[in-house]
């Protein structure tokens, strides 16, 4: 299984970006796919999480409102649509998914850069 990231880019505060993330295999394999975020000298930290059999969505508090994740389960891929982009969104985003038997697996990441 392979997760691959891409739309990750520079853009000014205020601005949008989506994110996405291609599955190679069938995401209904797994259970729950999240996108997670790392500044530097940071943790890594959630950003926002999709069950793929009911589409039910959790994000971080800071980006509820601003950031949308969504699945097409066809296409095998998963997305992160982020609105309104501040410079403390800045990170490496990462794509995550998990089987329903503790399978773990992480993209490479894609560079966020937000310009104040």
Known sequence: VQLVESGGGLVQAGGSLKLSCAASGN???FNVMRWYRQAPGKERDMVAAITTSSGRTSYLESVKGRFTISRDNDKNTMYLQMNILK????A????NAVTPLGGVYWGQG????VSS
């Open 92 to 95: 490496v985003y990462y794509c």
């Open 27 to 29: 995401t209904f394999s």
């Open 87 to 90: 410079p403390e969104d800045t």
């Open 110 to 113: 894609t560079q966020v850069t």
